[in-house]
């Protein structure tokens, strides 16, 4: 049962691709959750592969530059690596990719995906060989939330003969990547062995000289049987990964003048900051495929542990109003904040009424579960039906085991203050989550139509750990179902319209009170989509129609754990539009071309108040923050034999970092009113050059022409992109 | 053809139907979940009478009395500065003016504990306007007494840190004529060129100017209160149609915030920090410096003041009126009733047993007080456990979680 056609995009793998050339391609349809190109081209959706050949094209190992090139996707930057990128399809809040699906391999890889969404933990990109968003009505086969989209991460595939993979790199900044991976089968026997290690010193500079930057670790191993008969395709797959991070990074940002003077300084305050964390999961695959079906089962565990020691804000032995950093770092020159300020840069010292206060936000997450999904064709009453179906039992935890202490600035130096360390936030939010869909299929002639619906069926349980809150519980239970209906029509052999509509939803966390809604939205979508072999267009419309909003105010927001917060009716709304096309020379040079369009809107729907930090004071027909208008992303390069280069240029409009347009002299502003992020042109540039069909160098600058933007003021001050990158590396394979 | 293909789908669009797109939430929770102030406990007591008793018999008789206080203080700071200019006795005008000063504050340290409404509101606006510590500089006061020398000064437009009471017993009660600005470029102008006598003179002309602004937010503080459209009878209106307050229990509870003052700036700011319990500017040891009123040397009666107010804010007034005693009898809770408030008139007949000032009390014998913050802490404890619980309210924020 092999469904893989060659097409346009397939065709470029295997031109290109090095290290991709050992996989077995249709080994990647069991875990992908789009399929093959053939059905992404007649999809009765928006859904976008980026393959091996592309992610390899510019060697990139920040997702937030790999999505870059996909429309509808809106991300806020952070640290400017992509350690924790904030990512958001058609307009809802990228915020720790708290709203869309993130799947490894078909699973939910989030950390705590129903009782902590923020996605702390993100698989490194740089190990995976294909990357799969999804949006619109097929939407409501990937849950808990189908407001926006799913993103699923595909991983190095068990070769079905011996292939060795060796990538090394270094380059600015203490830059430097490794990265193999060795596997082999032998008889019915497969296994794949991959280690990934990745650093850097960091862009940005302390005062002290201490390292800014990052060193994360990925091991992932598979062992493959494979079970096949005459009539059924059917293997079990054991996969074991291990990852780490250990970053000094921080959520303290700068004043706008600071910014302007050198965007890359930190300040003082920072210097102790740091985040670590450890993560290991297991998969258990079985997969099995007959003439007219297939059917996957999963079984899956992922534990993950992080504790981010950071700076929190000034407390003070004297008690007395206290400025956010946020609100210090936005109006730094009142008499008020002006102590703060200089304590924060390091020039002067504190007293007691300056006391830096480090939080240590250590957390304890697991997520496991078992997932069946299936398909099968079937004829009924002489039409072709292809049903799916699936049911997931999944359980997921977080623990919060939050301390703060203070420390006092002495000298440019954070000593320690001598208080005890004390205990903040001590509770465990705990899910455990049903999940079901069917969806059916039916083509005639030229029109493909489907139709389905999902569950979720959501236990939550929500336990203070604080001694003396035995009573601070809550168990609570959500039920929903989530309709969703599509269709294809194919105008001729090249091109067709499709549409289709699909209720939205996200689920509020196990502490948010019953009282506060979950999120809804019906979403809308009218596509026109053009494939031939070395051209594609798709121009989509998309209206989602909020009738509750919510957004969770996690740490990185400003709030100590999430906090959910409601602003009802909301409408996002927009166009998507994107076109490649591969030119041949005479001399065999190929030239591919890529444009990327995204323009969106959003409007409030009610005027309100919210003291969610990012909202305010909110005038009905204000736009939602952090969502730029207009995103334009151009791609071109040359492919020969023997080299390639390929130039991106991305541009993004401004974005407001809050709801609320003024300031209106309120002690409950929000601190951001009226402010915008800068907007951006980011230039990227790969090239490589092919010694043989086994071994390849490459060279490749991000952020070609230094552009120095805010990309966010958030959580406290104005932070930068990533700066100007070089990065030499050279890869073997057979 | 058609109808075969809406036959085929029939099946999937009936489940559709039959699931109604619903979705329904519910939830069971532990009695310390959430915030019980929206969802009155069941009982028979009359809130209501507990929040008229409150701010008839404590809330409005403090700020008036405080009113009353500000303006002597006015006058007798204009007396000072009278004598100074004619050289009539200008210390006896002073300790008399001095004197006006603790009065007030002794008034003041009360209504510390009654931050409710108006001066809660705008971050504390009116609050600091009136008393801004710990938020004090005395370079800006420093700074102040030239910058008032000029023909368009308008104190409204000045920040908290360089009005009210804080500033008033810097200029009063502190004996160094020198500034006090240490960073350069921040120098008072001129300062240096003064006579003694000048800065005298200076620093009193700017305390009647600071004493006048006090009066007037004094007087605006019971304006705000006063009257039917007044703070006081919101609070009383607590629970009606159209009360900003969706239950009476709500308005109790911003009388229960305010009353934690005790716990997060008497006990922690007060009395902690300048014993060295927290960390301050001496490591962990005494710290005399970092006391309030450091001036005027008045700390520990303004923790017994705080401490008094406590008591008539829980009794209502007094032990005739409907308080939070009687609140607490009413659920059943006669135990944190009679114990919460025995322990309040422990810890204020202990503070008034301690011989001498907080100061000397501090270097010479710290182990008193720091068995006045245990009294204390024995209060705040049952405050924030007992006392919460038995009466469904909820903790202030800042008061949650901090493992005491």
């Known amino acids: 049962m092999n469904k893989y056609t060659h097409s346009f995009f397939t065709v470029a793998v295997s031109l290109t691709s090095f290290l991709s050339y050992a996989d077995d391609v249709s080994s990647v349809e069991h875990i992908s959750i789009i399929g093959n190109q053939q059905q992404l081209d007649t999809a009765a959706g928006s859904v976008t592969l980026i393959d091996n050949a592309e992610l390899e094209k510019m060697e990139f190992d920040d997702i937030a530059q790999v999505l870059a090139t996909v429309p509808g996707v809106n991300i806020r930057q952070e640290d400017g690596f992509g350690l924790r990128p904030n990512i958001g399809f058609r307009g809802v809040t990228p915020e720790r990719s708290k709203k869309i699906n993130i799947m490894e391999d078909g699973v939910l890889i989030g950390p705590a995906p129903y009782s902590a969404p923020a996605a702390y933990y993100f698989p490194m990109i740089s190990r995976m060989t294909a990357v799969e968003v999804t949006k619109g009505p097929s939407m409501i086969k990937y849950g808990p939330n189908t407001v926006a989209g799913a993103l699923n991460l595909v991983t190095r595939q068990v070769p079905t003969k011996q292939a060795l993979g060796l990538d090394v790199a270094a380059g600015s900044d203490g830059y430097y990547k490794g990265h193999a991976f060795y596997g082999n089968s032998i008889d019915k026997l497969g296994f794949l062995i991959e280690a990934l290690t990745l650093s850097s010193d960091g862009f940005k500079e302390l005062e002290n000289g201490a390292d800014t930057g990052f060193d994360k670790q990925d091991f992932l191993a598979k062992v493959r049987y494979d079970l096949s008969t005459d009539h059924f395709d059917q293997f079990v797959e054991i996969k074991a990964g291990y990852g780490e991070e250990n970053s000094n990074e921080t959520y303290l940002g700068l004043t706008d003048a600071d910014f302007t003077a050198d965007p890359y300084q930190r300040y003082a305050a920072s210097q102790l900051d740091n985040m670590e964390w450890q993560h290991n999961q297991f998969q258990l695959t079985h997969y099995l495929a007959g003439s007219t079906f297939d059917l996957t089962t999963r079984l899956y565990r992922n534990?993950?542990?992080?504790?981010?020691?950071?700076?929190?804000?000034?407390?003070?032995?004297?008690?007395?109003?206290?400025?956010?950093?946020?609100?210090?770092?936005?109006?730094?020159?009142?008499?008020?904040?002006?102590?703060?300020?200089?304590?924060?840069?390091?020039?002067?010292?504190?007293?007691?009424?300056?006391?830096?206060?480090?939080?240590?936000?250590?957390?304890?997450?697991?997520?496991?579960?078992?997932?069946?999904?299936?398909?099968?064709?079937?004829?009924?009453?002489?039409?072709?039906?292809?049903?799916?179906?699936?049911?997931?039992?999944?359980?997921?935890?977080?623990?919060?085991?939050?301390?703060?202490?203070?420390?006092?600035?002495?000298?440019?130096?954070?000593?320690?203050?001598?208080?005890?360390?004390?205990?903040?936030?001590?509770?465990?939010?705990?899910?455990?989550?049903?999940?079901?869909?069917?969806?059916?299929?039916?083509?005639?002639?030229?029109?493909?139509?489907?139709?389905?619906?999902?569950?979720?069926?959501?236990?939550?349980?929500?336990?203070?750990?604080?001694?003396?809150?035995?009573?601070?519980?809550?168990?609570?239970?959500?039920?929903?179902?989530?309709?969703?209906?599509?269709?294809?029509?194919?105008?001729?052999?090249?091109?067709?319209?499709?549409?289709?509509?699909?209720?939205?939803?996200?689920?509020?966390?196990?502490?948010?009170?019953?009282?506060?809604?979950?999120?809804?939205?019906?979403?809308y979508e009218l596509g026109w989509r053009h494939v031939e072999r070395w051209q594609r267009a798709e121009l989509v419309g998309f209206f989602n129609d909020y009738s509750n909003l919510i957004e969770s105010c996690s740490q990185s927001a400003g709030c100590d754990t999430d906090l959910t917060f409601v602003a009802g009716n909301v409408d996002v709304y927009g166009l998507e539009g994107s076109y490649q096309e591969t030119l041949f020379l005479d001399n065999g040079w190929q030239i591919p071309l890529s444009v990327t369009y995204t323009h969106t809107q959003s409007e409030f729907k009610e005027s309100f108040y919210s003291a969610f930090e990012q909202w305010g004071f909110v005038d009905a027909g204000n736009p939602v923050p952090y969502l730029a208008e207009n995103m334009l992303s151009l791609s071109a390069g040359v492919k020969a034999s023997l080299f390639d280069i390929t130039l991106i240029v991305s541009y993004a409009d401004s974005m407001p970092e809050s709801a609320q347009q003024m300031l209106t002299g309120s002690s409950d502003d929000s601190a951001l009113a009226g402010k915008e992020t800068d907007s951006s042109i980011n230039v990227d540039l790969s090239a490589g050059y092919n010694f043989n069909r086994n071994s390849r160098i490459y060279f490749k600058v991000d952020n070609l022409l230094e552009e120095q933007d805010i990309v966010s003021r958030r959580p406290y001050g104005a932070r930068p992109n990533k700066a100007r990158q070089f990065q030499l590396g050279y890869k073997y394979s057979f | 053809m058609q109808q075969r293909i809406a036959m085929s789908l029939s099946a999937v669009s009936l489940a559709v139907a039959l699931a109604g797109c619903g979705e329904s939430t519910s939830s069971e929770t532990g009695s310390q979940y959430g915030n019980p102030a929206t969802t009155p406990i069941d009982n028979n007591f009359n809130e209501s009478a507990l929040i008229a008793s409150v701010v008839d018999n404590v809330l409005i008789p403090t700020y008036q009395s405080f009113a009353t206080q500000a303006d002597a203080l006015h006058l007798s700071v204009s007396n000072y500065c009278d004598a100074l200019r004619s050289n009539s006795n200008p210390s006896s005008a002073q300790s008399d003016a001095q004197a006006s000063w603790k009065s007030a504050m002794n008034e003041w340290q009360l209504a510390e504990v009654m931050q409710i409404g108006p001066l809660a509101e705008n971050d504390f606006a009116l609050r600091n306007r009136i008393y801004s510590w710990p938020n004090v500089s005395t370079c800006a006061v420093d700074q102040e007494v030239i910058n008032s020398q000029a023909d368009d000064y308008d104190i409204r437009t000045r920040t908290a840190s360089r009005r009210g009471l804080d500033a008033l017993e810097y200029s009063l009660f502190n004996t160094n004529l020198a500034h006090t600005c240490t960073v350069a470029g921040t120098e008072p102008e001129n300062w240096d060129k003064l006579s003694d006598e000048q800065r005298k003179q200076a620093r009193c002309d700017y305390a009647e100017i600071v004493a006048a602004d006090l009066v007037d937010n004094a007087n605006e503080l019971l304006t705000e209160w006063s009257g039917e459209t007044g703070y006081g009878s919101v609070l009383k209106d607590a629970g009606k149609p159209d009360s900003r307050f969706s239950t009476s229990l709500e308005a109790v509870n911003d009388i229960s915030d305010a009353m934690f003052y005790v716990k997060e700036v008497t006990k922690d700011t007060k009395i902690a920090t300048p014993v060295g319990i927290a960390a301050n500017d001496c490591g962990t040891s005494p710290c005399p410096q970092n006391a309030e009123s450091v001036y005027a040397d008045h700390s520990l009666q303004n923790i017994i003041a705080n401490l008094k107010a406590l008591r008539t804010l829980f009794l209502g007034g007094d032990a005739a009126n409907t308080g939070f005693d009687d609140f607490l009898t009413d659920v059943g809770d006669l135990d944190t009733a009679e114990r919460l408030r025995a322990d309040i008139d422990t810890a204020i007949a202990y503070a008034e047993s301690l011989n001498g000032s907080f100061s000397t009390t501090l270097e010479d014998d710290p182990e008193q007080i720091e068995a006045l913050h245990d009294d204390v802490k024995t209060v705040t404890d049952t405050m924030k456990t007992d006392f919460i619980e038995s009466l469904s309210l909820e903790l202030p924020a800042t008061s949650a979680g901090d493992n005491d």
């Open chain 1, 303 to 523: 534990n993950f542990e992080r504790a981010w020691f950071k700076l929190n804000g000034f407390g003070s032995s004297l008690g007395g109003q206290i400025p956010t950093l946020l609100e210090l770092l936005t109006h730094p020159e009142t008499e008020e904040n002006q102590r703060y300020y200089d304590v924060l840069r390091g020039t002067t010292d504190s007293t007691v009424r300056e006391k830096l206060v480090l939080g240590n936000n250590d957390r304890e997450f697991y997520s496991q579960g078992i997932a069946i999904d299936g398909t099968m064709d079937i004829t009924l009453l002489g039409l072709n039906h292809q049903l799916s179906a699936g049911v997931r039992w999944h359980e997921d935890e977080i623990q919060r085991n939050h301390t703060e202490t203070s420390f006092l600035m002495q000298n440019g130096r954070l000593t320690n203050a001598g208080e005890d360390t004390v205990a903040t936030t001590t509770n465990t939010e705990r899910t455990k989550a049903t999940s079901v869909y069917i969806a059916d299929t039916i083509s005639f002639n030229k029109l493909t139509l489907s139709a389905g619906i999902r569950g979720e069926l959501i236990d939550g349980y929500y336990q203070n750990r604080t001694p003396g809150f035995e009573q601070d519980y809550q168990n609570k239970t959500t039920r929903i179902w989530l309709p969703g209906a599509n269709a294809y029509y194919a105008i001729n052999d090249s091109q067709g319209i499709f549409g289709g509509v699909h209720q939205g939803f996200v689920p509020t966390s196990p502490i948010q009170a019953a009282s506060v809604d979950v999120e809804k939205s019906v979403n």
